[in-house]
């Protein structure tokens, strides 16, 4: 994921984290150690703990898995997308996304993760105040796998 500064996040970024954040059954409202409201809950992969801000901001390394990859065609739909650790999302990338399509591997790997993200899916909560899952003008790339 690119990054402007520190732990900040593109808009685009931090919007897809948070739609991903409230409609994944792992995450929960909590407050953070400052005191502000955060949604906190699971990598997609590994179950390790991260920490969205209600705006949308990672507190921990969280990115946006794209779990048909974008090399293959995958989109920004909501299904497509689950919060893994930068860890876990590069890994995959790295050993998966030059593969042929037919790979048994990369497809057996997609189909786990579909069935995790389906399993976890919930519609947002409603006092989750959410932005348009895409917004026009944005105008900035980011290095999300």
Known sequence: MRT??????????????????????????AVAADGRPVLTGKCIHCNTRHTITEDGAPLTSASIEHIVPRAHGGTDAIANLAIACNRCNYGKGHRLDDRPWHDP?????????????????????????????????????DDDA
């Open 4 to 29: 402007k500064g520190g732990r900040g996040s593109s808009r685009r970024t931090q919007r897809l984290l948070l739609w991903c954040a409230a409609t994944d059954r792992t995450f929960e409202r």
């Open 105 to 141: 591997t990369l497809q057996r790997v997609i189909a786990t993760l579909q069935e995790r993200r389906a399993a976890r899916m919930r519609p947002p909560p409603e006092w989750l105040d959410l932005p348009p899952l895409s917004q026009a003008g944005d105008g900035e790339a």
